[in-house]
Each structure stands twice: as C-alpha cells, then as structure tokens.
C-alpha cells in the first residue's frame, strides 16, 4: 500500500505539471500506480490454505503476468477516459503522450494503442497456459481481473470507472439484483 501510494503521488506531479511526458516516462510513472497487485492479493486472501507466503512472495515479485496487467489497465483506461480527463483539465494520459512522440492525430494513437493491448492480450493469454510456481487458481484471478477491467473499460469513451452510473451499473444489476435463474 504504501508504493501505491507513493506511485499514485509522482503520477500526481506529473499530470499536475505543465509538462507533457514522452510515453515512455508516462507509462514508467503511472503504469506502477496501477497496483492490480493490491487487488490480486486481496483476491488470493480468500483462497484459504492456497494463500501460503510463497503465493505473496510471488506477486510482490511482480511477475511478468502482473506487469503486463497492469500496463494493460494503464492503456485500457487511458483510451477509455480519454475524454473525461481532458474535460477535468487533465492532459497527462498514453494518448496525448503518444501523439506528442509520434506527431499523430488522436484517433491514430488510440489505434496504435489498441495494436499494443491486443498484443498484451496475446501474451496474457501465453502466461495463463503455461506453468507459473503458483496454484492455477492464482493465475485465473489475475486473468479474470483483466476481463473484468476489459468489461468496465469496452471501447473508446467507454469509461465504466470514472462514469459507472450506466452501463456499469446496469453490468452490476444484472449480477446480483437481477441475475439469470438457473
């Protein structure tokens, strides 16, 4: 919690700048924010005697399933609350940061973007077939927690997080108000 914390603080300085960062600066400074960590951990607390200190110890390793799921939600909600953010003033985001890099418009960076989060897709799907030094239950609450962000996240200006009186909660209705009877 507290690298979160700390993370969440330099990203803070950045978007509160002037200064607009290359991308690579960007996603070295708020890809860490991200934390899924904290979330996969919370998760994995629930699984009983799965839960060893060995599971822990791996996930604050940071393997490269994290690492990648973090970048992969750092790029799904930059794109998807793209607009929002400009509205709030705020310009520190993967788009506006990958156009000033590259020269391109908006919508070729949020297309390039999308190259890269299928590409990200791909290699998740790898890492959750192949062998990792955690049970398989661990592995699929990373990999649902990456379809869940997916779900929040649908599309570009679909920002089920920052915006979650819609389409999320009518995601959240059908779950648990109105679910399908079995």
């Known amino acids: 919690m507290q690298d979160h914390n700390k993370n969440l603080l330099e990203e803070a300085k950045v978007i509160f700048s ?8 960007w996603l070295s400074l708020s890809v860490p924010s991200v934390s899924c960590s904290l979330f996969i951990i919370i998760a994995t607390l629930n699984l009983g005697e799965i839960a060893t200190k060995e599971v822990f110890d791996w996930i604050a390793s940071m393997p490269k399933i994290i690492n990648y799921t973090n970048l992969l939600v750092r790029l799904l ?6 607009k929002v953010e400009q509205a709030r003033g705020t310009n520190a985001s993967c788009v506006p940061c990958y156009m000033m890099d590259e020269g391109v418009s908006e919508s070729e960076a949020i297309e390039s973007l999308e190259k890269v989060i299928t590409s990200l897709w791909k290699v998740m799907n790898q890492e959750g077939l192949r062998a990792h030094p955690v049970p398989m239950r661990v592995i699929k609450i990373i990999l649902n927690f990456n379809r869940t962000i997916a779900l929040y996240y649908a599309g570009v200006g679909v920002d089920g997080h920052s915006i979650s009186d819609g389409r999320t909660k009518q995601i959240i209705t059908s779950i648990f108000i109105d679910p399908i009877s079995t």
Request: a negative charge; zero cysteines.
């Open 18 to 25: 002037d200064d607009l960062p290359t991308l690579e600066k």
């Open 77 to 82: 909600g930059d794109i998807a609350s793209l």
